[in-house]
T-cell receptor, first 112, second 113 residues
Framework: TQLLEQSPQFLSIQEGENLTVYCNSS?????LQWYRQEPGEGPVLLVT???GGEVKKLKRLTFQFGDARKDSSLHITAAQPGDTGLYLC????????????WGAGTKLIIKP | DVKVTQSSRYLVKRTGEKVFLECVQD?????MFWYRQDPGLGLRLIYF???????EKGDIPEGYSVSREKKERFSLILESASTNQTSMYLC????????????FGPGTRLTVL
């Protein structure tokens, strides 16, 4: 079974702090996606990373794909209450032709 | 504005009832998906469809069936609802399987009593 493990499962911090959440696997992925899900809504894609070592930035969010393509991280600088949500990673394993594997998510709460 | 809509936001059914969850997308996507989302378990794929009248089982198809008679519509059917099917059900569509972005509906929170 190919798993994507996300850590931490839950994180509550003050506005203005920095944080990093992780998405790890023992399997190699051809690509990895990060989604954010707000309460009462479906997940929305933030970024897709496809190259080992790739770094992508989306305003205060920095996404990195590990060199070996087995892990990824999301770093948020100066977190704001609007960043609150469930962050999900999802990837396509190298030996799969289509199916996304999903992590369980990190629930992030940013307190004003 | 692209959209995936689901027929109900909240649904309460009794054990043994037949339940229909409908999903419609307006993006002309070939691929559509049904997931269930439970705390701590993430999204688990129930079924997906890559074309009209085509369907493939996902990781947890037991107790569910699907129907795709038109490209824009993908229905999930619970033939005889059970309490362990109480969950959030999410529908998604994409133009590419795998690496393509999946667009999600707002979800249906189903409670089976």
């Amino acid at each position: 079974t190919q798993l994507l493990e996300q850590s931490p499962q839950f994180l509550s911090i003050q506005e203005g702090e920095n944080l990093t959440v992780y998405c790890n696997s023992s399997s190699v992925f051809s690509s990895l996606q990060w989604y954010r899900q707000e309460p009462g809504e479906g997940p929305v894609l933030l970024v897709t990373v496809v190259t080992g070592g790739e770094v992508k930035k989306l305003k205060r969010l920095t996404f990195q794909f590990g060199d070996a393509r087995k892990d990824s991280s999301l770093h948020i600088t100066a977190a704001q209450p609007g960043d609150t949500g469930l962050y999900l990673c999802a990837g396509v394993p190298m030996d799969s032709n289509y199916q996304l594997i999903w992590g369980a998510g990190t629930k992030l709460i940013i307190k004003p | 504005d692209v959209k995936v809509t689901q027929s109900s936001r909240y649904l309460v059914k009794r054990t043994g009832e037949k339940v229909f969850l409908e999903c419609v997308q307006d993006m002309d996507h070939e691929n559509m998906f049904w997931y269930r989302q439970d705390p701590g378990l993430g999204l688990r794929l129930i079924y997906f469809s890559y074309d009209v009248k085509m369907k493939e089982k996902g990781d947890i198809p037991e107790g569910y069936s699907v129907s795709r008679e038109k490209k824009e519509r993908f229905s999930l059917i619970l033939e005889s609802a059970s309490t362990n099917q109480t969950s959030m059900y999410l529908c998604a569509s994409s133009s590419l399987i795998g690496v393509g972005e999946q667009f999600f509906g707002p979800g249906t929170r189903l409670t089976v009593l």
